[in-house]
């Protein structure tokens, strides 16, 4: 199994930055693909952004040109670099892991942008 902890959310002013963490443990060798979900009060939880094995990434339109997605594969760490912070960005952003055998889910940090 694997564990994914987030870490580095918060209060932003719009314009702002912050960088998201999430910490992987476990059975870390099986992990194909770990990705960046968001879920906005009232909305569906949406794609952020994903790296895959390879080192390729995407990301939601919403964030690109604002967002980088990076790994640490050393100290078993993906980021979520966010730049320009918008009050449309505001939610819960959880770490995701797709593993062999399984997917995972971290309990998410809280991201507010707001003035």
């Known amino acids: 199994q694997v564990q994914l902890v987030e870490s580095g959310g918060g209060l932003v002013q719009p314009g702002g930055s912050l960088r998201l963490s999430c910490v992987a443990s476990g059975s870390i060798f099986r992990i194909n693909v770990m990705g960046w979900y968001r879920q906005a009060p009232g909305k569906q939880r949406e794609l952020v952004a994903r790296i895959f094995s390879g080192g390729s990434a995407n990301f939601a339109d919403s964030v690109k040109g604002r967002f980088t997605i990076s790994r640490d594969n050393a100290k078993n760490t993906v980021y979520l670099q966010m730049n320009s912070l918008k009050p449309e960005d505001t939610g819960v952003y959880y770490c995701?892991?797709?593993?062999?055998?399984?997917?995972?889910w971290g309990k998410g940090t809280l991201v507010t942008v707001s003035s």
């Open positions: 995701n892991a797709d593993a062999h055998g399984g997917n995972y």
